[in-house]
């Protein structure tokens, strides 16, 4: 109900998820990533404690482009299209700085590169409290102690296939590390929609990563502060 309400109040201002700057934000731009049926870079199918994976939703990864080089990389409308996408570029140098294994989350039907397309469904699945299905599985879940979780904020939250990821394996007693980017709505619900997924006795780090769209590509720096401090955190 809430949902539908945020998405009326949404289509009545006719706001778009672009324009002008976010207090929340920090930056990012692209890298590529791997569209195969598992995805997962871990060296291990054993039990193992103290790994980190970092898993990511991004829209390039989750839609198909025909002609990539008639995409207008400036228009803020169809720049994440092409990889690796904003979210694809953050957790990117959270994986060169950490060494910590790379998973990208897929959907099986694909997302329309078409903006509008795009939002359309995003807001069906949202309405719908809908689970993608993934086409993109961890192998061996239980050797991570800790995740971090990358995504869009898409409809004031996060793309339905998050929960889909979330509801797929079992988070009890993980630590979960989450960056974002998005447009003017900053994090917006998505930490809340997130938290609920997840089970009571996961630790959920406060301190969460939002980066503007317009500002991913120069965020570096501020990402791997960001970084530093999470893990000065997961340190104590
Ligand atoms: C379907 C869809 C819905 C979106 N909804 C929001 C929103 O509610 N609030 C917001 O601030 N940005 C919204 N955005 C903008 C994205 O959060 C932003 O472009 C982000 O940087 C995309 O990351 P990506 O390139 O990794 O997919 C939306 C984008 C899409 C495609």
């Known amino acids: 109900m809430r949902r539908t309400l945020l998405i009326g109040l949404m289509l009545l201002s006719g706001m778009i998820f672009s324009g002008c700057g976010n207090q929340e934000s920090q930056t990012t731009e692209n890298v590529s990533s791997s569209s195969e049926e598992t995805t997962t870079s871990s060296e291990s199918d054993t039990e193992a404690t103290g790994k980190t994976l970092i898993a990511y939703f991004t829209w390039a990864d989750n839609t198909y482009v025909e002609n990539p080089e008639d ?3 400036d228009a803020t409308t169809s720049a994440s299209v092409l990889p690796p996408g904003n979210v694809g570029l953050i957790a990117s140098w959270l994986q060169e700085e950490t060494g910590a294994d790379l998973f990208s989350i897929q959907v099986e039907e694909k997302y329309s590169s078409d903006y509008d397309e795009c939002l359309d469904r995003a807001s069906e699945e ?17 050797q991570y102690d800790t995740i971090y979780l990358g995504y869009p904020n898409w409809w004031y ?33 998505s930490v809340d929609a997130i938290t609920e997924e997840l089970p009571k006795n996961c630790s959920i780090s406060g301190n969460v990563l939002g980066v503007y769209r317009p500002e991913v590509a120069d965020s570096k720096d501020e990402v791997l502060a960001w970084l530093t401090e999470i893990q000065a955190e997961l340190n104590d």
């Open 126 to 142: 949202s309405a719908q409290d809908a689970r993608p299905a993934l086409a993109t599985h961890v192998e061996n879940m239980e």
């Open 71 to 73: 995409v207008d990389v």
């Open 157 to 189: 939250a996060t793309p339905m296939a998050i929960l889909s990821f979330i509801d797929e394996y079992d988070f009890e007693g993980k630590q979960i590390v989450l960056f974002c980017s998005h447009g003017t709505g900053g994090l917006a619900g």
